[in-house]
């Protein structure tokens, strides 16, 4: 039976030794069925699609994270995120939750702002189409 220091002693070396060789090294390919010829590739470190590494990416990330759609896989990279060109390492920056839940909430409030304003406008408009065709003038109508 393991004592408590043990374990978490364990789970030190365990978690340091996958970051030291994470995304390190080489790893064999075979091109074809044939297992004679292998190929010995460099491993490398590969960017998420949706990243904040530059302006015109951050854009396009934070035009996702409006639509709703898939915002929590999102956050969950970001949070894991160490530095541009970067492997990722388990909740490094927490913090960025924060930053995502006030995000979240500003837009969810302007969307619905300019979804109310529309369909105000929208029912203005129908209203003036309306009586557009009525011989009565506006103090007449209300």
Request: proline residues 4%; aromatic residues 16%; charged residues 20%.
């Amino acid at each position: 039976m393991h004592s408590p220091n043990s374990l978490g002693v364990t789970r030190l070396i365990e978690n340091n030794w996958v970051q030291l060789f994470f995304c390190r090294g080489y790893y064999i390919r075979y091109e074809s069925e044939d297992t004679d010829q292998p190929e010995l590739m460099e491993r490398r470190w590969l960017n998420y699609p949706l990243n904040f590494d530059n302006v015109p990416n951050g854009l396009l990330t934070l035009f996702v994270a409006s639509t709703f759609e898939g915002w929590p896989s999102l956050l969950y990279q970001s949070i894991d995120s160490y530095a541009e060109d970067h492997g990722k390492v388990y909740n490094c920056r927490p913090v960025v939750a924060i930053f995502y839940v006030a995000y979240i909430v500003v837009v969810a409030f302007f969307m619905v702002n300019i979804f109310v304003g529309f369909v105000i406008v929208t029912f203005q408009q129908e209203g003036e189409q309306e009586y557009k065709g009525c011989e009565l003038d506006k103090n007449q109508v209300g």
